[in-house]
């Protein structure tokens, strides 16, 4: 185990004898613990498992994943983006999508963002080419 004494807002990590520790660990607050948090993680990163250190690091990627999901939130993509990426993946053509959606010129509109789609349609497209119904919806 590596020697670390590492002392910041949101962590105490201390070894005080050969296998035993004391770790004192806050809630990421601030882009300064935020970043703090991840320099300890880099340096962890390699950590074997079943170790105080793969211990910390469980812990502190917990911690940053609820920061980062606080203060970096991703929009969801828009619905025709999510339907192009998705008839990408599975190589799909337009004329496959229109057999869900109600024909080649109604395909075209929609990917054109010509028209809205319907609940309907949002419902097919989930169903049969497994969209995610968050992304569709927003």
Known sequence: MGKYYVRVKIINFQILRKNKFRMNIKPIKTKK??????????GIFEAELNTDESDLLDVLTTLVEAFEQKHFKIAPP??????????EQLGLKQ?????VIGGKNRASEILNK????????????HKQFNIPAESLLA
Request: hydrophobic share 45%; glycine share 0%.
């Open 33 to 42: 613990d935020y970043e703090a948090a991840l320099k300890i993680i880099e």
């Open 78 to 87: 828009d619905p025709i983006e999510a339907i192009k990426f998705r008839m």
């Open 114 to 125: 010509k028209r809205e789609l319907t609940a309907d349609m949002m419902r097919k497209l």
């Open 95 to 99: 004329s496959d999508i229109a057999e």
